[in-house]
T-cell receptor, first 114, second 115 residues
């Protein structure tokens, strides 16, 4: 089946620290991969995406590379800010039964302290 | 601005009562989705609709019902059969299934609690 496994946290970092959130997936076919971010009390916002192997998604200083050989899509940021405090979800999108479906990881809560 | 509007933001339900959560989008998206979010469990798909007047069960459809009479609207009813309805409910939409690289766009959610 299709599934996503990600670091669950919670994780607390100091401002300007390096961030890595691991995400691995299991899928049949060639899924698209996404990172979503959820700020407190809000819905999910798309952070970045990659649609094929070796694609790199980037946005707001975050990056993730679609690695087919390791079935991974790890999220990284070189220097986090307090405003990055949120829950981060890794997701894959696949076609099943004639419809498009998203499968989410369980999310990882990040707190960045000044 | 285009987007997805969910209402109300907070909703309270008495035991044995049905409640309906609203989801409206003005993005002209064909597909709409309802998810349930519980602490530590990520998002789980309740129902989805690829086109008007058609919808499909997701992974946890029991105790819920939906309708899709208009492209812009996809209301979710939490029935009295749903024994554990307290959760954060998220509505999403996407363009259509032929563009599977396109992401889903999410509303700000409705938090449902039992009185």
């Amino acid at each position: 089946g299709n599934s996503v496994t990600q670091m669950e946290g919670p994780v607390t970092l100091s401002e300007e620290a390096f961030l890595t959130i691991n995400c691995t997936y299991t899928a049949t076919g060639y899924p698209s991969l996404f990172w979503y971010v959820q700020y407190p009390g809000e819905g999910l916002q798309l952070l970045l995406k990659a649609t094929k192997a070796d694609d790199k998604g980037s946005n707001k200083g975050f990056e993730a590379t679609y690695r087919k050989e390791t079935t991974s899509f790890h999220l990284e940021k070189g220097s986090v800010q307090v405003s990055d405090s949120a829950v981060y979800f890794c997701a894959l999108r696949y076609t099943g039964g004639g419809s498009e479906k998203l499968v989410f990881g369980k999310g990882m809560k990040l707190t960045v302290n000044p | 601005d285009g987007g997805i509007t969910q209402s109300p933001k907070y909703l309270f339900r008495k035991e044995g009562q049905n409640v309906t959560l609203s989801c409206e989008q003005n993005l002209n998206h064909d597909a709409m989705y309802w998810y349930r979010q519980d602490p530590g469990q990520g998002l789980r798909l309740i129902y989805y609709s690829q086109i008007v007047n058609d919808f499909q069960k997701g992974d946890i459809a029991e105790g819920y019902s939906v309708s899709r009479e208009k492209k812009e609207s996809f209301p979710l009813t939490v029935t009295s059969a749903q024994k554990n309805p307290t959760a954060f409910y998220l509505c999403a939409s996407s363009i259509d299934k032929r563009t599977h690289n396109q992401p889903q766009h999410f509303g700000d959610g409705t938090r449902l609690s039992i009185l």
